[in-house]
């Protein structure tokens, strides 16, 4: 029920290209089976500067291409199969319950020599890694369907893409391989209907994922690198940095991995008119979001927004 299109945080959903079979049984179970565009959004990886950037040493995807008809302002991956997703719904007669599940792959293709001097791209090859994971759901409508409340989670590896605030899913390992990296999404929704004319509804949810810490071993001795490493420089995290030609700057020294990102919403619909004519209505949406991250050189830096949105809409009959 909310307002801000980008959703609540920890709802999992996509916009993506599919092939879908559904088939029910008597009205109280369905199954669904679906191929769907796959794609690697975020590789989190970082290297400090005393070992070789092997996080760059890696190709997983390409800008697109106008005259192939692609839009170069995106970028397509190099996933070499669908995402697989199947789900089971099921309405005993009391409650909405699902289940689901997702299977991805990742392939990327490393070049162990691109930091040689001169960089070369001899012994590059392709490597794949697979990831997924299983996720539940239930709503109910209580107190003579005036209260609906419902729960939903996603857990697995690699499957970060699907909650909202897109956390990273890979990282890379010291072969050059990606590793899904684990976490998943949660959410709890409330709503309230005292009439005809008004709803009300509250949501929390989360979505989090997983550090994954590596070790090099170097001349000067042992290096961490990777996602969440206790060695990315967090020290200028908390402080702001004067603008460059008019606009926000960001401080270099400041490289906090995401831990987890949670957001609360209140917030309400009034329908003024709802008949032949279509449907008048308005709404008002507090959110309250907050962003942690793992701990760095400089612990571990959080940051808080409060967004409030408003709509006025007429649907046509």
Known sequence: MTIDPQYNVGFVWARQY?????????DKLWLGL????????????HTPSSIPAICTAIAYQVAGNTGGLYDNQSNYSYNLLPDFVGKAVFEPGFGHYELEGVITTFRDRYFPNATATPPSAVGALNQTTAGGGLGASGRWSLVHKTVDVGFKGLLGAGIERYGSSNLPEVTVKPNGALEPLRGG????????HPGPKLDVYANFGVDYVEKAVYQLVIASGPVDYGYGSPNQNTTGCQTETPPSGGLTTSPSNCTADNRAIGEGTLGYWYRFYKGSKGTLQQGLQFSYVQRSTWQGTGGSPKATDAMIFSSFRYYIP
Do not use: H, I, P, Y
């Open 18 to 26: 599919g092939f879908r079979v559904t088939k029910d049984f008597g």
């Open 185 to 192: 999404s949660a959410l709890a929704t409330l709503e309230l």
């Open 34 to 45: 679906a191929a769907e565009e796959a794609q690697a959004t975020n590789v989190g990886c």
